[in-house]
Nanobody, 115 residues
Framework: QVQLVESGGGLVQPGGSLRLSCAAS????????MAWYRQAQGKKREVVAR???????VYADSVKGRFTIFRDNVKNTLYLQMNSLKPEDTAVYYC?????????WGQGTQVTVSS
């Protein structure tokens, strides 16, 4: 069983920044695919960014140029640096990993962008 614990969410003004963290209970060195998703109230969960073990990254069009996904294989942690935040970025953010043929999710962290 893999445990994922997100942190770093909160309330921020438009234009501000936050860094989300997702700490894994196992070594992530060999995990090929890790990702951040988000779910706004009343909407479907959507992918925000993905990163492979080879550090190839893919971003949703809505966050390109503003968000950066990266991983620290020593700390077994996945990150999402979010800059130039907009009200429409308000959502619960979840990390997930695909390993051993199973998909694991964290509990989510709330990000609210509001003045």
């Amino acid at each position: 069983q893999v445990q994922l614990v997100e942190s770093g969410g909160g309330l921020v003004q438009p234009g501000g920044s936050l860094r989300l963290s997702c700490a894994a209970s196992i070594s992530i060195f060999s995990i090929n695919l890790m990702a951040w998703y988000r779910q706004a109230q009343g909407k479907k969960r959507e992918v925000v960014a993905r990163i492979s073990s080879g550090v190839t990254t893919v971003y949703a069009d809505s966050v390109k140029g503003r968000f950066t996904i990266f991983r620290d294989n020593v700390k077994n942690t996945l990150y999402l640096q979010m800059n130039s935040l907009k009200p429409e970025d308000t959502a619960v953010y979840y990390c997930n990993v695909l390993t051993g043929g199973r998909l694991y999710w964290g509990q989510g962290t709330q990000v609210t962008v509001s003045s």
